[in-house]
């Protein structure tokens, strides 16, 4: 198998991301390892995971047993509400970085707003601008921040964020905040960007990989609905992040950069929003309800 190279886009500070990645959300950490051989093997050079994933020590292993070297990977992680504040998150860097076994991560971002607690999320972030002054990360960002939130962050930051990663995929797209987002030069970068499926399967709008806009469209281009919609991500300047731990289905996501939809095809696409969120709505999480310790390296 010929590894496909990634395309790159620029963040606000320069640096290059690759446009596509691979996603470790929910996948255990014994099947991780394999996961990203896998994607490295297939040319992913992108791998996006989380400490409360409970995931990176793997997501490190597999990145320095490749024959890949290191500065070619771009590892993205998250920080757990959990460890907010400045002093605890600069600990939480540490934790991360331990566990990747890295001396520096390429883009750092904080999981979730904590609106109960939006003071600590604010101190969270500064630790983040440190990090960055410091050299230890490369780039700096957020997950799931709804326009209050980022609005918020932005007249208190002092580096704007490089990236906003949300759920984006075509029956829930979030135009208010990509908009915010490309106002102020943040990358959009989509989780779930193949539908949902976790969370609609057992709802009453069905799966996106069953919609017949998006089958009528992959059927056209001889590919797969989950390509279809991870090239409209593409296609509309996102990164996007699809996980898988199938090698089969891994090199799939990645094959998408030799395609291109029409006007019309995205336009038909863009009007499958159904505006129903599939994951948690970011002002239910709390620490009550989410707080978790994240383990020491």
């Not at 297939?42 to 995931?55: L, P, Q, S």
């Not at 605890?88 to 934790?95: C, D, R, V």
């Not at 109960?116 to 799931?144: C, H, M, P, Q």
């Not at 296609?235 to 089969?248: E, F, L, N």
Request: proline share 5%; charged share 25%; glycine share 8%.
């Amino acid at each position: 198998m010929t590894a496909i190279s990634t395309p790159l886009l620029a963040l606000n500070n320069g640096v290059e991301i690759p446009a596509l990645g691979l996603g470790v959300f929910q996948t255990p950490p014994e099947e991780t390892r394999d996961a990203v051989r896998a994607a490295l093997d297939a040319g992913y050079r992108h791998i996006d995971t989380a400490a409360a994933y409970g995931n990176e020590r793997e997501v490190g292993e597999a990145i320095h047993g490749s024959a890949i070297d290191r500065s070619e990977v771009f590892v993205e992680t998250k920080i757990w509400i959990s460890d907010y504040g400045y002093d605890e998150t600069l600990h939480a860097f540490e934790k991360s970085a331990r566990k990747l076994d890295v001396e520096q991560i390429d883009l750092l971002i904080l999981h979730q707003p904590l609106p109960s607690a939006f003071d600590r999320t604010l101190e969270a972030y500064r630790a983040l601008e440190t990090l960055l002054a410091d050299g230890k990360v490369r780039a700096i960002g957020v997950s799931n921040f709804m326009v209050e939130h980022l609005t918020e962050l932005l007249a208190q930051a002092t580096v704007v964020p490089a990236v906003n990663q949300i759920e984006c995929h075509p029956y829930f797209q979030q135009p208010d905040v990509q908009s915010l987002d490309a106002k102020h030069g943040i990358l959009t970068q989509a989780w779930s960007p193949i539908g949902g499926i976790t969370f609609y399967r057992d709802g009453d709008h069905g799966s996106t990989l069953d919609d017949s806009v998006i089958g009528a469209t992959a059927k056209f281009h001889g590919r797969s609905p989950a390509q279809v919609m991870l090239r409209w991500g593409l296609q509309h300047g996102r990164s996007v992040i699809p996980k898988s731990t199938k090698p089969s289905r891994i090199a799939e996501n990645i094959a998408v950069f030799d395609f291109e939809l029409s006007d019309e095809q995205m336009t038909a696409i863009d009007a499958l929003d159904t505006g129903r969120r599939g994951g948690p709505e970011p002002d239910a999480i709390t620490l009550g309800a989410f707080g978790r310790e994240i383990p020491e390296a």
